[in-house]
């Protein structure tokens, strides 16, 4: 309990700071209608979907690590957010994202469907750890081929390079729409997720184990695709691809909590509210002239990290 009041705390600090940071330099302590437009229309949509994705990658990175058990596992492992960035890639490459606000995150919650129906399918209903894996790098793959290959083709430089753009991740310019549309997507994956607490404690102690003691593991996976695909679709589909956030906030979190992760899923959602709230404060900061992405620097930040987890994991082995 000490520590997720900590981590509430700190989610509620960058809250705040979120909100009085950035280039109009208004505070929500001043007033004016300016600095009151400025805060309910531009800061207030930006901070909390960033807290909402955060907690959403954590939350899905403890949901895969605990089904996986493996602290390296994180929740692109399925292949959802490839195939999400993919349908929001035909949504602009075509010109329909311009058309309406909501087609570009309804196009990548279409894409990230498609690779849930297709996961399935390839691991088929009976398959375990290693299917599920299989069918996710395959569906990744398979996306990542033909978003290279649309923008390899793309006639319109404009849109190949709005589409990079996009892909690298960011929360600015998002406004109350962006918040609507993920909540009842990212709400549904974290009540599905959260539902497996029990089952995914009762695995750490093996698949033999966890079924003698009344866990359906079919039922388990499939609550743990779906709502892994809910969480992390949705943030795709409003943000673009912000990686590492599901696998560094488990990781660094699992000591904490006795390894548990049925206590580890909670602490994971407020780790990642906070570690992508501090991020996108600090693509305030940071260059502010530039328009510096959150998925580069949340690469930036995990890329290491993660080599750092090879490394120790191959000095222990040796």
Do not use: C
């Not at 907690?55 to 490839?82: D, K």
């Not at 349908?87 to 606000?101: C, E, F, I, M, W």
């Not at 088929?124 to 290279?148: D, M, W």
């Not at 539902?195 to 102690?205: E, I, M």
């Amino acid at each position: 309990m000490k520590l997720l009041a900590a981590l509430g705390a700190l989610v509620a600090a960058l809250f705040a700071a979120s909100l009085a940071i950035g280039p109009a330099g208004a505070a929500f302590w001043q007033g004016g209608e300016a600095a009151s437009l400025i805060l309910r229309e531009i800061r207030l949509p930006r901070a909390v979907l960033g807290a909402m994705i955060g907690a959403a990658l954590g939350l899905a990175g403890a949901a895969m690590q605990g089904y996986l058990r493996n602290p390296l596992a994180e929740p692109g492992l399925i292949g959802v957010s490839p195939a999400a960035a993919l349908g929001a890639v035909v949504a602009l490459q075509s010109g329909l994202a311009a058309a309406h606000v909501l087609i570009l995150p309804a196009m990548a919650l279409a894409g990230a469907a498609v690779a849930v129906v297709l996961m399935v399918a390839l691991a088929g209903p009976r398959g375990g750890a290693f299917g599920l894996i299989l069918a996710g790098i395959a569906i990744s793959a398979l996306a990542g081929a033909l978003v290279s290959l649309v923008l390899n083709l793309s006639p319109n430089p404009f849109a190949a390079a709005e589409i990079v753009f996009w892909m690298m991740g960011s929360l600015a310019d998002r406004s109350v729409v962006h918040v609507w549309i993920a909540l009842p997507f990212l709400a549904l994956g974290a009540l599905l997720v959260a539902g497996t607490a029990r089952g995914l404690d009762a695995l750490t102690l093996g698949e033999d184990a966890a079924a003698s003691m009344g866990v359906d593991l079919r039922r388990l996976r499939l609550r743990i695709v779906l709502g892994t695909a809910a969480l992390v679709g949705a943030a795709t589909a409003v943000a673009g691809a912000i990686g590492f956030v599901g696998l560094v906030v488990p990781h660094l979190l699992r000591p904490l909590v006795g390894a548990r992760p049925s206590r580890l899923l909670p602490a994971s959602a407020l780790g990642g509210a906070a570690l992508v709230l501090a991020a996108d404060i600090g693509v305030r900061l940071i260059a502010p002239e530039r328009d510096l992405k959150l998925g580069v620097l949340t690469a930036l930040v995990g890329a290491p990290f993660f080599l750092h987890l090879i490394w120790r994991h191959r000095a222990a082995g040796a």
